[in-house]
């Protein structure tokens, strides 16, 4: 029989109470295929909240990327700026247009791309920076953006880790060109899988809705502006269907109370974790003053003192389940072509 174990669990998706119910009327409605009541909710809630000029959920916050490097017309050869220290997905929806991730190191402080690196990696080849805010905690977006528009670069925010997270008071995912968001199962807001695509461009946003329903017009044709809908371009399916927008519903309308919780939590967290970086065993996390994280998660830097912690020690200073989550993708890539700006 297997022992069982006392460690705080990596995640515990959060229910609120909702999300069958609401799966129920959708089902009683009929309405089974992406788009309905319920998406429509969601897309009403993201505008609001986020304060973008579109917003279309995804299966997946991969999806989402996909479809900004569809949106970007990424071509073989281009170049795309992004953290060394991300998800695989990050630079997978770049990879498969052809585009070449840059990797540009991150900060000591948030983790988040150094945007004081930035300049450097910048070739006549470079099409858009991709910041990526770690544990919803935002990167120095004025910077980012000021780069960008110097160089008439895009810029699509990976912000899978920030909902209800700002940066100067503007949602993480609206600031950028394009953003995207998560609501996987690990995360704040779920849906178990899903995502959402944060247009912030009016330039960009018919192209995006075109791109989601298979490359065609299908949604104009259901708003009446055409009146049959044909094949426009390149797309793919990457509307989530209403059952997960049903779920996902029931976790916007209770946004504000889970990201409390969560913020509780996290700061109790920081408070008992004082005294250990008082004695230089770790250091806390840092959330510079213009950030409001969201508490997706408690993370510390354990300091090489030259003193000897065991791996166990490590992962039960507060019976904590230790899993990595993110990665140095330039030590996981193989046979592809990449840059590593220095």
């Known amino acids: 029989m297997k022992k069982a174990s006392n460690r705080i669990p990596f995640n515990w998706p959060h229910m609120t109470g909702k999300e069958l119910y609401y799966i129920a009327e959708a089902h009683f409605n009929g309405r089974l ?76 402080d948030t983790l988040n791309l150094d945007e004081r690196l930035i300049e450097a990696a910048i070739t006549p080849r470079t099409r858009a920076i991709i910041p990526v805010h770690y544990a919803g905690v935002a990167c120095e977006m004025d910077t980012i953006m000021a780069i960008a528009q110097q160089y008439g670069l895009k810029v699509v925010e990976d912000a899978a880790q920030g909902v209800m997270a700002t940066y100067k008071e503007r949602a993480l995912g609206s600031i950028g060109d394009l953003g995207a968001y998560s609501f996987h199962e690990t995360k704040n807001v779920i849906s178990g899988e899903g995502g959402a695509l944060l247009v912030n461009d009016l330039d960009l946003a018919l192209r995006a809705e075109i791109i989601r329903e298979k490359g065609t017009d299908r949604s104009q044709f259901f708003r009446g502006e055409v009146d049959k809908y044909t094949w426009q371009e390149v797309g793919s399916s990457f509307l989530p269907g209403e059952l997960i927008a049903a779920f996902l519903w029931a976790q916007l309308e209770e946004a504000d109370r889970i990201t409390e919780e969560r913020l509780a939590s996290w700061q109790r967290y920081h408070e008992l974790l004082e005294p250990l970086e008082v004695k230089e065993i770790l250091r806390r996390p840092i959330v510079p003053e213009e950030c409001q994280h969201n508490a997706h998660m408690y993370y510390w830097h354990q300091k090489l003192t030259g003193k000897k912690y065991s791996t166990s020690s490590k992962e039960t200073i507060l019976g904590l389940c230790s899993i990595m989550c993110l990665c140095t993708l330039l030590q996981l890539v193989y046979g592809t072509d990449v840059s590593m700006a220095t």
């Open 33 to 108: 295929a992406g788009d309905g009541p319920f998406t429509k909710h969601c897309h009403s809630w993201l505008e609001e909240r986020a304060g973008c000029r579109k917003a279309l959920l995804t299966h997946s916050c991969t999806a989402a990327l996909e479809m900004a490097a569809l949106l970007l017309d990424i071509q073989p050869g281009d170049e795309i700026i992004m953290p060394s220290f991300t998800f695989v997905s990050t630079a997978n929806a770049f990879v498969l247009r052809g585009g070449i991730p840059v990797f540009v190191d991150i900060r000591e």
